[in-house]
Each structure stands twice: as C-alpha cells, then as structure tokens.
C-alpha cells in the first residue's frame, strides 16, 4: 500500500442507521426499535428477543440479544458518565419504550436490583424472588426452601424504590453464575496445594489477589476445562467440588440442559458445603427446590 493511502470504507457505515437513535445528555438511545430492525432486515418479534443491560460505575450499556443467539445482537443504547440509580435505569427504560418492544430483561443481579427496588449492598434478603437471608450463613446449606417474596413494597425487606418491571420478566444469565461459582470455589481452595499453586502458573496474567479471590473470567474458565493437566493433579473434595462444577456449566449452564439436573444441582451443593465454600444468592439458585425458569441460555 502507498503512503497516505486512506481507507473510508466503514468510517460512515453507520450513516443509515442515525435516523433511529437520539442523544439526550450523555445518553444515546434507539427513538425506533421497529424501524432499526427493518433497517437491518430482520423481523422483530418481542418474544423472540430479551434485552440485556450491562452497568458499571460509570456507564449503562442496553443491546437486544436473539434468544438462541442465531441472529447478531443490537446496540440500542449507551449510556456514559451515569450513575447507577433508580433514576438513571427509569430513563434508560423510557427512552427505548422498554414495555412496548421488549418481553424480557436479562441482566446481573446488580441492575436486577435497581429494576426491582432493592437496595444495593450486601443486605440481608437481596433475592427478589425468595426472602434468603444472606447472614443466617448456619441454614445456607441446609434450608433449602426459603419463603416466597410476595411483596416488592419500599420498606420491607430491603426494598427501596417502587419496581421498574415485573419479576417474571426477569432472566439471569448463565454466564454470571458460573463466575460465581468459580469464585466460590477457588477462594476454598487450599492455598498451599498444588492445584492452586497450579493456577498461579496458568494465569501469569493475572494478579495473586485476583486469583486467591477467584476473580475469572470466562474464556479462564473453558480453557481451565479443558486443562488436562489440572485434571490430574486435583484431588479429594477440591476434585469432587470441581467434577461437580465441570458437570453443571456443561449440562446445565450451557446448551444443553440435562435430564437429571436436579441430581447435578444436588451433587453441586454437597460438594461445595463439603469444601467449605461460602454461600451466595447465585450458588441459592441451583438449589434443586427451586424453578430454574429465571435462567436464560
């Protein structure tokens, strides 16, 4: 190629598709979803789709994702120096006409919290659908049955602001409760194995503190998988806890969900309660006594 050569191919492919958005502030949001998915040539049918929110800090990002993944995600609003509130997540909402274009939101527990009303925080019932105590850590493992929540009213319970969305709306993805899972699991670990020990020299990217507080991602944990050497090497409850874990993200996280899920679930618990890993709102939804509907693949 000569030098100064320019190449504009894409630099304005986005010129046909700025007739559908709109920016308010520092949000930038889709005006008309039906007139966006005509644009791309696809039928938008709201059962067919789920719209997933991603929020940090400092931002608040909403795409609609194809249920099955057969068909490209759609960008349909960002938003960028925000605070993650009642107020911002109200806006967010509105500005793409939520309850008209969109059957389901899939998201994590986090921006869960802020559709319901619940308070943020490590509180003391921070599942919407069933009144868990995260401090009765004594029953964690053994009650399994935990009262129905049948109120999302501000003031009780750790509810906070008045619910942007029905609960049954709601799905939660896969994805985050693997990584809990992970988490879980590794903090368990003893520090001195060599199955830990293991870890650290598979990582180099990643800091200690990251490793000892089980912080993975996702591409971490398929290539730990597949990871025939840390197969061999893990032993007593840790390689009980982590066949436990191998089994549920492929039989039940994945795509495809087993016929005997409820003995995976019920395996999984065991072995994590057996290596003393702590107990989260996350690792509660694969009790075997609750529906697994809230779960999207």
């Known amino acids: 190629m000569n030098e100064g050569v320019k190449i504009t191919l894409y630099r304005y492919r986005q010129k046909n598709l700025e007739e559908f958005f709109t920016m308010v502030g520092t949000i930038v949001a889709c005006k008309d979803v039906d007139g966006l998915f005509k644009a791309l040539n696809m039928s938008h049918c709201s059962d067919e789709w789920r719209l997933f929110i991603d929020s940090s800090k400092v931002s608040l990002k909403a795409v609609i994702l194809h249920n099955g993944n057969l068909l490209p995600s759609i960008p349909v609003e960002h938003a960028f120096v925000i605070q993650e509130s009642d107020d911002s997540m109200k806006q967010l909402l509105q500005y793409i006409e939520c309850d008209t274009y969109m059957s389901n939101i899939c998201s994590e527990l986090k921006v869960v919290a802020l559709f319901l009303g619940l308070q943020l925080g490590h509180t003391k019932f921070p599942y919407f659908l069933r009144e868990w105590d995260s401090r009765d850590k004594a029953h964690h493992y053994v009650k399994r049955i935990w009262p129905a929540r049948k109120i999302l009213e501000p003031g009780h319970k750790n509810i906070k602001h008045h619910s942007l969305a029905e609960s049954s709306r709601i ?48 591409p971490d944990i398929r ?31 994945g795509n495809i969900r087993a016929d005997n899920q409820k003995d995976l679930m019920e395996e999984l618990l065991s072995s994590h309660q057996k290596l003393g890993c702590n107990m989260s709102v996350k690792i509660h939804f694969l009790s075997p006594h609750l529906d697994f509907f809230p779960v999207v693949l």
């Open 223 to 253: 290539s730990l998988l597949r990871d025939e050497v840390f197969e061999r090497i893990i032993t007593g409850d840790e390689q009980r806890a982590w066949h436990a874990f191998r089994e549920v993200v492929t039989d039940l996280l």
């Open 171 to 218: 799905l939660l993805p896969p994805l985050h409760i693997k990584l809990d899972l992970m988490k879980s699991f590794v903090k368990a670990m003893d520090r001195n194995g060599t199955a830990f020990l293991y870890l650290r020299q598979t990582f180099p990217l990643l800091s200690d503190a990251k490793i000892r507080e089980g912080v993975f991602t996702g």
